[in-house]
């Protein structure tokens, strides 16, 4: 059971839009830490897509965006592309464990 | 750019311990950024093992806190892991990590499988 909770899987078909939400409590995200989203895909490092809710690393494409309103934050990727389809997790840092939190990751199916 | 590399036996027996090392290069590891260990068992999520920063000052996941230890050097630019008393649920793909303050883990090691069984 993850202190983060996310979807297992969400899907859309090449070009669409989609969300992935991540939901935290009054002890991590709700505390106004900042949530951060890796990307995973198989044999490859994780890469930063997201950081402090809303931030693009350079390199990362304007496709991927991040919000956060109260205790819950969102992924969204719009204009789908096959290379799009990897595990993507979202991360904050909790007070009460004092350390960092991983959601348990969603798996994107590109149709 | 900041590179990681780990190092350490790809097997162990159970109740051993699993000892890694990550290499850093291309970036001082006295910067402020927290060194950090996260693994993801076969089938399942990241999870965040522990960090340690250049002063030594450590930060553990509760759940492995009685059993890890994670040291520094920074002669040799390199920080480690121990993880002792290993049974099969510590069989994980290992990643070495840079977490920096606000931004979260900017750097990533490739990773290092590390399978417990006799």
């Known amino acids: 059971q993850s202190v983060l909770t996310q979807p297992p899987s969400v899907s859309g078909a090449p070009g669409q839009r989609v969300t992935i939400s991540c939901t935290g409590s009054s002890s991590n995200i709700g505390a106004d830490y900042g949530v951060h989203w890796y990307q995973l895909l198989p044999g490859t490092a994780p890469r930063l897509l997201i950081y402090g809710n809303t931030n693009r690393p350079s390199g990362v494409p304007d496709r991927f965006s991040g919000s956060k309103s109260g205790a819950s934050a969102s992924l969204a990727i719009t204009g789908l592309q096959a290379e799009d389809e990897a595990d993507y997790y979202c991360q904050s840092y909790d007070s009460r464990l004092s350390g960092w939190v991983f959601g348990g990751g969603t798996k994107l199916t590109v149709l | 750019q900041v590179q990681l590399q780990e190092s350490g036996p790809g097997l162990v027996k159970p109740s051993g311990t699993l000892s890694l090392t990550c290499a850093v290069s291309g970036g001082s590891i006295s910067s402020s950024n927290w060194w950090s260990w996260v693994r993801q068992a076969p089938g399942k999520g990241l999870e965040w093992i522990g960090e340690i920063y250049h002063s030594g000052s450590t930060n553990y996941n509760p759940s492995l806190k009685n059993r890890v230890t994670i040291s520094i050097d920074k002669s040799k630019n390199l920080f480690s892991l121990k993880l002792n008393s290993v049974t099969a649920a510590d069989t994980a793909i290992y990643y070495c990590?840079?977490?920096?303050?606000?931004?979260?883990?900017?750097?990533w090691g490739q990773g290092t499988l590390v399978t417990v069984s006799s």
């Open positions: 990590a840079s977490i920096a303050v606000a931004v979260g883990i900017d750097y």
